[in-house]
């Protein structure tokens, strides 16, 4: 087993036939198209997470959400389409949290 960044693991297996297999991605039609699936080896929520002391019955109406660059977002399409959510899409993963802190002044 050989621990990689998520996008390099990706292309190793689907483009450059390094990896015969690779873990975690969510299923979706996409990926369906070029890799065949195992039953779930674990299943995972998604979950937000918001400043301390946000109220937890927080109005998400046109909040920007960040997201890893690569990530599928299909799981959270029916949630961002009701509140209008702007899914920010990051290259890498600390630059998501990295954003966060600066926009509200933690950093």
Known sequence: MKFLPWKRGYADTEKNGKYVGTFP?????????LFLYSQPLFLERVRLFSRNGTPKDQN????????????????MASFSSKYSIILELELKKDGTYKKILVRYGLK
Do not use: F
Not at 60 to 75: F, H, I
């Open 25 to 33: 991605y969510v299923k979706n039609q996409e990926r369906e198209a």
């Open 60 to 75: 998400w109406n046109g909040k920007s959400v960040c997201v890893p660059l690569g990530y599928d977002t299909t799981y």
